[in-house]
């Protein structure tokens, strides 16, 4: 008999708070309604404030526009402040039918139950798990009172009656609703054994209890047994129980030991560790609002973009295939797997429950991989340094959100001049970059439209010929912009119109409107084999590109000495 102990994955939430007390009775109480002007909210929302009107004798429902409306504005702290101070007894919010708009009105509930105001959410019933999600986020148990309808109940023209005939529950929700979850915390990371006739149906039971828990992927895990987690723990200095942040939604805390864990788990090694921890960094930044990202419909995927010398050194693939899969430089695959099991085990992004991508995130392994550095033409800056303003050779990662790739051939095929195959194949990407991408305007002041990936032969043609990525940049941003007529003919102009950013709001009076505030915003990047017929575009869904410094322990030389040993030559000249 063979026994198996390895780290159970999920981490820990730090249940720090309480649910409101609820009511007594409604009778004579003050009621705010919080809006995200969305998914029929301004039929719902008016409905219920009349109902609880005929209802409750003395009963004071305040208008529907009283407090900030918009997904991102019902849980800013200004906004629950202005709540708190108009002294209301307890507040009705609505309407959570997405992913990305369940996570905001969940944490606006639990921020006012944390302030003692008890709420009712008008949800959609597969939608609670981002709701309890949010809620466990924000330090309390991972519950929330809400009264959940089906899809059809948010489409327009949809029927309301429900709504009505159920009033009693959203009544329940504000007066007798009670919290029964009951959480103990530890510092400690649990220790789970399984056992086997011998050492493969230890290996396969681990396997199968780790998809029962929903920790795993649908692929073969690694379980993270202390010995192989402390082996990974050698790529690092810093304390395993270091404390990076909350992993949000769900926010499982997440230290550079869960780091680890995930990135034993995915099949990594040590000298990877050190590109994992920046990304998590990164990841966790306020400015990646990864927890909407991850929550949302729009199938978001971290890209991790790797500058400096550690792509090199740890086998970080660059060039043909470089978004994987590649046994040669298999780095990539086992990082980005690693993140993804934690967005899952520690965020919550779980599909169908956390993680609402209609259909999924396309990539078991995210997408991490390094800028060609050694193939940029001369004058052109890495990513790392344009962007983030790195020195160059600093070793940094980049994250970007970006929801789909698309390939764009580029090279012409008869007897063009270089001059007429560069300006050919420029068209050819604008009008890509034209395609009209709604999920840019998350990103049109401070982020980016998307990621256009050159291969370093059309790099090189395109310097040769003068071109350097500011003018590629700016002629990409020009031709691509989309006139407004096209907007009014699509309906974009509703989107632009409605946004909470006065910038974006501010560009619909523009005769052609295009992709980001600025030419600078596009992530211009020099990867990928050297062939002239394509391009690639990673289409963007990212508020910010948030960048990273990369930090080695004392004895990386070691650990990559040790990987030749045991991987074999890592060189060009060694590879097939």
Known sequence: MVELEFFDPSGRLEITGKHAQRLPTLNGKRIGILSNEQWQANRTLPMLKAVMEADFPGIEVLPVDRFPQGEHAVGADSTILQVKESGVDGVIIGNAACGSCSTALGRAAAKLESVDIPT???????????????????????????????VDTFLPGSDLSAIAARKQEFYDGLTV?????????????????VTGADHHAALMNANNLLLTNLWGDGLPLWPATKQRVDWILQGTQRPRDLLLGKFLPRGAIATIESCAIALAMAGGRPEYLPVLIAAVEAFLDPLSDSEHMQADSAGAFPVIIVNGPIARQIRLNTTFGCLGPDPQRPAGGSIGRALRLMQQNLGGALPGVGAMAMWGAMRYTNAVFGEDEESLPQGWLPHGTERHGFEPGCSSVSLVWATGVTNIRRRGVKNETPEQDALHGMHR????????????????????????MLSPVVAKAMAALGWTKQSIREFLWENAKIPAEQLRRDGIDAWIEADRDPVVRESLKLPRWPHAVRPENLVLLVAGGGHPTNSYWMEGYSPHVVGQKVSLPNDFDRLLKKAEQELGCGTEACRI
């Not at 019933?125 to 519950?143: H, I, M, Q, R, W």
């Not at 009670?178 to 510092?187: I, M, W």
């Open 120 to 150: 009712v959410l008008l949800g959609r019933t597969d939608f609670l798990g981002v709701v309890k999600n949010a809620a466990s986020g924000l330090g309390l148990p991972p519950e929330m009172p809400v009264v959940a309808f089906p």
């Open 429 to 452: 990407m604008a009008e890509y970059l034209r395609s009209p991408n709604l999920g840019c305007l998350i990103g049109y002041d401070q982020g980016t439209p998307g990621i256009l």
């Open 177 to 193: 609703w009670r919290s029964t979850a009951n959480f103990l915390a530890s510092d400690a990371t649990p220790l789970i054994k």
